[in-house]
Every structure is written in C-alpha cells, then in structure tokens.
Antibody
Framework: QLQLQESGPGLVKPSETLSLTCTVS??????????WGWIRQPPGKGLEWIGS???????YYNPSLKSRVTISVDTSKNQFSLKLSSVTAADTAVYYC????????????WGQGTLVTVSS | SSELTQDPAVSVALGQTVRITCQGD??????ASWYQQKPGQAPVLVIY???NRPSGIPDRFSGSSSGNTASLTITGAQAEDEADYYC????????????FGGGTKLTVL
C-alpha cells in the first residue's frame, strides 16, 4: 500500500519560493498510473487543491495558483515535489501530498501534512 | 471561491440520521468524494465513486447523488463522527482539474 511523507522547510520568507518534497513508499512512482498531487489548508480554513502531475508527466494546476506553481517528479528518488514562488502570508498553510489513481476523482492516501509558515 | 457549495455547519442528535450536501454543476458529470477531518489530523476518505466505502469506514456512512447535488448520509451518528466533512470532484471546466467544497462542520449533540 502506497504511503506518503512530506518534507521541507517549515518557515519561508515573503517573496521567496516554497519547496516541498513528498517521498513515496510501498511502490514505484514511475510504474503506477497515478496522479501525484498537492493540497493545502490555511489555518482554520478549508482544503484547496494546488495541482497534480500524471505519471506520464502531464500537469494540472489550480487556475488561481497556476502562475506560481510547479510540480515535478524525481523517479530516481521516488519523490515528487512542489514549488510555489513569490509566497505571501496568504500561502501559510498545512500542505498535504496526495495520490489519485488514474480514472478516479478521489484522493487516497494522504500524507500527514506539513505546516509551512510564510513570515520574515 | 469554490465551485462546490456546502453548508458551513450541521448538527445532529446522537443516534439520529444526518445528511450533508454538496452542490455544483460538475456533479452532473462526476461523482463526489467525501472526506472526514478531525482536528489536527489529515483528511480521511470516507465515500468514493457512486457509493463506496474504503476499508475500515463504518457502514453508517453512505453517499448518493441527484442532479447537481451529492449527499453524505450518516445513519445513527456517533460522537466520534463529529468532524469537518469535505466533498470533492472534478471541476466544470473540462480540463480535469479538481475542486473541493468549503467544508461542513458536523456537531453531534
């Protein structure tokens, strides 16, 4: 069974780039028909889909974040990553990495989440 | 703003039945999925597809859909069901992006 674990800095300065990595265990990121994605949740608020990358390399981004987001896969490390540029305090959130199987609409499993605070 | 609309809060008496709804145009084409989130925890998938429960989810949770509205029903709500519930599906753009509802806070009285 696939398991996900987020990692990365917990504090990012305004205007800088937020970078997170999700390590996949229990299977190979390159041999499975999955969408590898990111979802975030600001403190006390709801869930927001950030974007997903298909195992073939196609990317899908939330239109409201598209200009600042890059999601990529590193098959050699069995990881996928998120980069969000020009961050502001509004980007402070718990960031989750998630999986959606090809042909499905749901996310399962989820990583445990990692809090990223944007502050100087 | 979200393309899926949920009531912000719903309450139910212990042991009674509660329905949580999710509305959106894309639900005419796609099934909604439902997630339960308790404080300080990651969301957990409780319903997916037409009406499927992942392993370990009690059978008091069920899903249904009609037109542009999807529903999550908890039959015989328990104290441990008190949580935030989120629906999600694809959006209506046709591109294949995902979208979440704003969430419903369920209180079990």
């Amino acid at each position: 069974q696939l398991q996900l674990q987020e990692s990365g800095p917990g504090l990012v300065k305004p205007s800088e780039t937020l970078s997170l990595t999700c390590t996949v265990s229990g299977g190979s990121i390159s041999s499975s028909s999955y969408y590898w994605g990111w979802i975030r949740q600001p403190p006390g608020k709801g869930l927001e889909w950030i974007g997903s990358i298909y195992y073939s390399g196609s990317t899908y981004y939330n239109p409201s974040l598209k200009s600042r987001v890059t999601i990529s896969v590193d098959t050699s490390k069995n990881q996928f990553s998120l980069k969000l540029s020009s961050v502001t305090a509004a980007d402070t959130a718990v960031y989750y990495c998630v999986i959606a199987a090809a042909g499905t609409n749901w996310f399962d499993p989820w990583g445990q989440g990692t809090l990223v605070t944007v502050s100087s | 703003s979200s393309e899926l609309t949920q009531d912000p809060a719903v309450s139910v008496a212990l042991g009674q039945t509660v329905r949580i709804t999710c509305q959106g145009d894309s639900l005419r084409s796609y099934y909604a999925s439902w997630y339960q989130q308790k404080p300080g925890q990651a969301p957990v998938l409780v319903i997916y597809g037409k009406n499927n429960r992942p392993s370990g989810i009690p059978d008091r949770f069920s899903g249904s859909s009609s037109g542009n509205t999807a529903s999550l029903t908890i039959t015989g709500a328990q104290a441990e069901d008190e949580a935030d519930y989120y629906c999600n599906s694809r959006d209506s753009s046709g591109v294949g992006n995902w979208v979440f509802g704003g969430g419903t806070k369920l209180t079990v009285l």
